[in-house]
């Protein structure tokens, strides 16, 4: 197995739906343009509240991808 690296950023995703569906936002959004996503980590999570109601899910994850090498 050969070393590899990895680059671990930060991305949050939004969806007025759930948590579930506003990670699954933020990795297919990031996916279109950071290849070979292999991690997401759930970092944080929060509600938006309007006039008492929810009215958007957040997540914030650590995405790691892997290093391109010319190997």
Do not use: P
């Amino acid at each position: 197995m050969a070393d590899t690296v990895y680059r671990v950023t930060e991305v949050i995703g939004t969806s007025t739906e759930s948590w579930e569906a506003a990670a699954r936002n933020a990795v297919e959004t990031a996916a279109k343009t950071v290849r070979d996503i292999r991690i997401a980590e759930l970092v944080r999570s929060d509600l938006v509240i309007e006039n008492g109601r929810v009215s958007a899910f957040r997540v914030r994850l650590e995405i790691s991808f892997k290093f391109e090498t010319s190997d």
